[in-house]
């Protein structure tokens, strides 16, 4: 049985942004949301290293703490992971503007940062974080009023996110105003190659093909002909390789690096 967020990862797109739904999504959670009142921004205390490392963990739960652990993930390139269509324990105890459960009312965000101090949020992430929240209160019908950081929800007892939460709700406000520029839509299909090159479609998570088989054999991987995550993942790192976006969308572009590496 599919939860009631299915509507996650149709926002964001619309909103120009890159989504990754992890396998499952749709029937994972704790239990049915209640009223959808806003949006809790957290980041995970992870690796320093990776886009988003803690993926598994925000599927799967801590020894203490039953997974999911956020409806989204947001990685460093800016790519939102849905993860749950339902209740997740992310919200913990505390209360903020008159919501005081928000396991039910409110939908967690764990941004990949290590949470210490003098870490830089990259440009891209944090871009990514503003307009997708934005996008999230919108189609809720909620003001950025209900942007609301977790060291708010819980004050003295967590610390995230690391930025300052009156600037960050002024920007996601200038998102949602029109004063700052939406983002430009991803397209769904990449430019054609020129004339003379092979004609190979564009791959994308969630996609079965026998042209994904060709990427999975060149990066060593199970060649099953799914386009999963382990073979987005391998995708974006040959992609960083090549000093190409690291989408993880296979077009024209990213095609020239996989015929390089074979």
Same mark, same amino acid.
């Given at each position: 049985?599919?939860?009631?967020?299915?509507?996650?990862?149709?926002?964001?797109?619309?909103?120009?942004?890159?989504?990754?739904?992890?396998?499952?999504?749709?029937?994972?959670?704790?239990?049915?949301?209640?009223?959808?009142?806003?949006?809790?921004?957290?980041?995970?205390?992870?690796?320093?290293? /990776?886009?988003?490392?803690?993926?598994?963990? $925000? #599927?799967?739960?801590?020894?203490?703490? %039953?997974?999911? !652990? @956020?409806? &989204? +993930?947001?990685?460093?390139?800016?790519?939102?992971?849905?993860?749950?269509?339902?209740?997740?324990?992310?919200?913990?105890?505390?209360?903020?503007?008159?919501?005081?459960?928000?396991?039910?009312?409110?939908?967690?965000?764990?941004?990949?940062?290590?949470?210490?101090? /003098?870490?830089?949020?990259?440009?891209?992430? $944090? #871009?990514?974080?503003?307009?997708?929240? %934005?996008?999230? !209160? @919108?189609? &809720? +019908?909620?003001?950025?009023?209900?942007?609301?950081?977790?060291?708010?929800?819980?004050?003295?007892?967590?610390?995230?996110?690391?930025?300052?939460?009156?600037?960050?709700?002024?920007?996601?406000?200038?998102?949602?105003?029109?004063?700052?520029?939406?983002?430009?839509?991803?397209?769904?299909?990449?430019?054609?190659?020129?004339?003379?090159?092979?004609?190979?479609?564009?791959?994308?998570?969630?996609?079965?093909?026998?042209?994904?088989?060709?990427?999975?054999?060149?990066?060593?991987?199970?060649?099953?002909?799914?386009?999963?995550?382990?073979?987005?993942?391998?995708?974006?790192?040959?992609?960083?390789?090549?000093?190409?976006?690291?989408?993880?969308?296979?077009?024209?572009?990213?095609?020239?690096?996989?015929?390089?590496?074979?």
């Amino acid at each position: 049985m599919s939860f009631s967020l299915t509507w996650l990862p149709d926002v964001l797109l619309q909103a120009g942004l890159k989504v990754a739904p992890d396998p499952g999504w749709e029937n994972r959670g704790r239990r049915e949301m209640g009223s959808v009142q806003g949006v809790l921004c957290h980041h995970t205390a992870g690796p320093a290293a /990776g886009n988003m490392p803690t993926l598994r963990l $925000l #599927r799967e739960g801590r020894s203490d703490l %039953a997974g999911p !652990l @956020a409806q &989204l +993930g947001l990685g460093r390139d800016g790519t939102f992971y849905v993860v749950a269509a339902g209740q997740a324990n992310h919200a913990g105890k505390g209360g903020f503007r008159g919501i005081a459960d928000g396991n039910s009312h409110l939908i967690g965000i764990e941004a990949e940062h290590t949470g210490l101090k /003098g870490d830089p949020w990259p440009d891209i992430q $944090l #871009r990514a974080y503003q307009h997708g929240v %934005a996008a999230l !209160l @919108a189609h &809720l +019908g909620a003001s950025a009023d209900f942007c609301i950081g977790h060291k708010e929800w819980a004050p003295g007892r967590k610390p995230d996110p690391t930025f300052d939460m009156d600037d960050f709700r002024a920007q996601v406000r200038a998102v949602m105003s029109g004063a700052t520029p939406a983002l430009a839509p991803i397209p769904l299909q990449e430019p054609q190659p020129a004339a003379g090159q092979p004609s190979r479609p564009t791959l994308r998570r969630g996609m079965v093909d026998e042209w994904v088989k060709v990427i999975q054999a060149r990066c060593g991987l199970k060649e099953d002909g799914w386009f999963g995550a382990a073979t987005e993942a391998a995708v974006r790192e040959l992609q960083r390789a090549a000093r190409l976006v690291p989408d993880g969308i296979v077009g024209p572009k990213t095609w020239v690096a996989i015929d390089a590496k074979g």
